[in-house]
Nanobody
Framework: QVQLVESGGGLVQTGGSLRLSCATS????????IGWFRQAPGKEREGISC????????DYADSVKGRFTFQKDHAKKMVYLQMNVLKPEDTAVYYC??????????????????????????WGQGTQVTVSS
């Protein structure tokens, strides 16, 4: 049974840090792309970061680049999202998910880059992150 279980969310002040964890089981982590996305009330789901199959590359959305770091521990079957310099706009429920690949794109030249997980199959229950101003 495929399972992804997120943890590590909480309340933090602007400029603070949190480290989210995602415990995976029931599948071979090497055979999937894995990513984090978030969803705030009343907003669309936003892809944050994605590691491609085979760990060939890690993509970050411009909204978090330079502040968030996505790490994978194969031995422990865990992935982590280190979040630094948190802002109130980072407040959301954060999810980890697996899929077939990663897409790193922007809508127009010189626009912000976005990330999405392709063929998303499974995700966890999410963990709430709240950043106070």
């Amino acid at each position: 049974q495929v399972q992804l279980v997120e943890s590590g969310g909480g309340l933090v002040q602007t400029g603070g840090s949190l480290r989210l964890s995602c415990a995976t089981s029931g599948f071979n982590l090497d055979n999937y792309a894995i990513g984090w996305f978030r969803q705030a009330p009343g907003k669309e789901r936003e892809g944050i970061s994605c590691i491609r199959r085979g760990d060939t590359s890690t993509d970050y959305a411009d909204s978090v680049k330079g502040r968030f770091t996505f790490q994978k521990d194969h031995a422990k079957k865990m992935v982590y999202l280190q979040m630094n310099v948190l802002k109130p706009e980072d407040t959301a429920v954060y999810y980890c998910a697996i899929g077939s690949g990663c897409d790193y794109y922007r809508y127009r030249d010189y626009g912000d880059y976005h990330v999405r997980l392709l063929g998303m199959e499974n995700w966890g229950q999410g963990t709430q992150v709240t950043v106070s101003s």
